[in-house]
């Protein structure tokens, strides 16, 4: 791998870990859940899970850290929303995780049924 490539995994690295840094900062220095959606957050968690399991399986190594660190920060996050929103904003986060969930197996069983056909 070059080394240009390389610079550039790094720095994807980073910027994708570090993205939703200051989203986890500001709930927690002021506790304040304004703005902040429960079903993204579900989202979040969701589409970096599949990122980290699209690196395993296609071997994009360099991938994978920025996957995991993505999902573990949006885990961060939704155990703060549910801190200090109550449990009650678990239910939102697993819509928008499940809701998306389901968008995809939607998409590829409707993909598939028009290969089988």
């Known amino acids: 791998m070059s080394m240009i490539v390389t610079g550039l995994l790094v720095v994807a690295n980073v910027l994708g870990a570090g993205m939703i840094l200051p989203q986890v900062a500001r709930l927690h220095r002021t506790r304040s859940v304004d703005g902040l959606s429960g079903p993204w957050v579900g989202v979040g968690m969701a589409m970096n899970l599949w990122w980290a399991g699209y690196a395993i399986q296609g071997g ?58």
């Open 60 to 117: 994009v190594w360099g991938m994978l850290p920025v996957s995991v660190a993505g999902f573990l920060v949006y885990t961060v996050l939704a155990g703060l929303l549910a801190q200090i929103a109550g449990r009650g904003v678990v239910r939102a986060v697993a819509v928008g995780a499940l809701t998306l969930e389901w968008l995809r197996f939607r998409r590829c069983s409707s993909a598939v049924g028009r290969w089988l056909a």
